[in-house]
């Protein structure tokens, strides 16, 4: 008796689409159904994916490849499934710093960290806003010119286009004993290194305040100057749409790691320039110059993400640890109850004194890191969500205190959380870090 043939072989799905590291099986059915019949199973491109005797296809790569499944009879029936495997695109990327305090002649590294972990592409591309500052190679070293501030900023190359930015702050470091003051100890160790007095290689090194690879006279009147009028904070000015803005690098800790803040809470002039409309319109009649308020978390965050795209920066809403840092003053700090003073009339515009209404900003003393309105003017969202009061949850909280908020709502140490019945969200805006 002649066994009976297979007529015909076909697989089912058709078609897959995976991502790298998934596996999905294969059906392989002959006809007729009586008919017992084993297939072999090959990929046409085994770089893209493999399939084992069982049809079990596994995506290695990104591309297209073809499955194929074939009768072991003379007359070798086949039948195919088209596999293409999609990549796993980024979700984000961030930088292993967000700002650097050096001096010229530094050199760093930038570590990008890219989510999820399993991303198709771990490769960004880099860039410096000013070369003559600072440059980056393609593997994130930095090597710092010359004074001045430059962006250098990561991209993704799979599409995605996400950005991550470092600012760095290249500036006269007057600290040559490295115990975090500048004083006539430094100075002398300065004159020492000079004159060829000291052997300490790190001494030596630091007494190069100005980076121009040697320890003279030039270096000695910088230290001298920092004591006698202190050492102004390098700033960064951005422009959108015609409306400028200042970032301040800010020196970390062992806590909080080094970062870039606003100078001031953003105008209601940059969110017009951003969102094409004043904020807080239906509440007073806004001041181009007034910070802008009105603002819950979510249209804080709207404002940041279309900043960005106007950009191609990375600016972003500061961690509570930042914000903190930067409104006590940070390294500098001289342990003030509200931001840059103990008399609250000196920093900040609040309930007794506002007229109920916000007020230009950086019209009252700035703190010791030269920032404006921490306490004070309108309130600024922190970028986290934490257990909220009376079992609500997670909620937003702000920090700082506004123009309606009284003296005890203006202290750095103080906090509000979004009151979901307050849904003008008076006293509320932004500062924007990066």
């Known amino acids: 008796m002649i066994p009976p043939k297979a007529t015909d072989v076909q697989v089912t799905p058709a078609s897959i689409e995976l991502f790298p590291g998934q596996a999905t099986t294969l059906t392989a059915t002959v006809q007729p159904s009586y008919v017992t019949q084993t297939v072999i199973w090959q990929s046409q491109d085994q770089n893209i994916a493999t399939v084992d005797e069982q049809g079990c296809v596994t995506a290695h790569g990104v591309g297209q490849t073809t499955i194929t499944a074939t009768t072991t009879e003379a007359a070798q029936l086949s039948a195919t499934c088209q596999v293409t495997v999609n990549p796993i695109l980024a979700s984000s990327v961030s930088l292993s710093q967000t700002a650097a305090i050096v001096k010229p002649g530094a050199t760093f590294s930038l570590t990008p960290t890219i989510l999820p972990e399993n991303a198709t592409c771990s490769v960004v591309d880099w860039i410096s806003s000013d070369p003559q500052v600072a440059t980056v190679d393609a593997q994130g070293t930095v090597v710092v010119h010359q004074r001045g501030t430059a962006i250098v900023t990561a991209t993704t190359t799979d599409g995605t286009q996400l950005r991550s930015s470092c600012l760095v702050a290249a500036d006269c470091q007057p600290d040559i004993n490295g115990d975090g003051e500048y004083d006539v100890v430094d100075v002398n160790c300065c004159i020492n290194a000079m004159l060829g007095k000291t052997s300490d290689p790190e001494v030596i090194e630091k007494s190069d305040v100005n980076g121009d690879g040697i320890a003279d006279i030039s270096d000695v009147n910088l230290i001298i100057n920092a004591l006698l009028y202190g050492v102004r904070s390098m700033t960064h000015e951005f422009t959108v749409n015609g409306v400028a803005f200042t970032m301040v690098p800010v020196e970390g800790n062992e806590d909080v790691p080094a970062f870039a803040i606003a100078q001031t809470e953003t105008t209601e002039a940059l969110y017009k320039a951003v969102m094409g409309n004043y904020s807080a319109s239906h509440l007073f009649d806004v001041e181009d110059n007034w910070p802008a308020t009105s603002l819950d978390l979510y249209r804080s965050q709207e404002f940041v993400n279309k900043l960005n795209q106007l950009t191609g920066l990375a600016f972003r809403i500061p961690r509570y640890s930042e914000w903190y840092h930067a ?90 959380f979004y009151d979901y019945h307050d849904y003008e969200c008076r006293g509320l805006g932004l500062r924007l870090a990066m």
């Open 327 to 416: 409104a006590i003053g940070g390294n500098r700090s001289l342990g003030f109850t509200y931001a840059g003073s103990n008399d609250i009339e000196v920093v900040a515009w609040f309930n007794e004194n506002s007229d109920d209404h916000p007020h230009p900003v950086a019209t009252k003393a700035p703190n010791e890191l030269g920032l404006y309105d921490m306490s004070g003017n309108v309130a600024e969202w922190g970028a986290e969500l934490v257990p909220g009061p009376h079992n609500m949850g997670e909620v937003p909280f702000n920090y700082g205190g506004g123009y309606n908020s009284d003296r005890i709502g203006c202290r750095v140490t103080s906090f509000g």
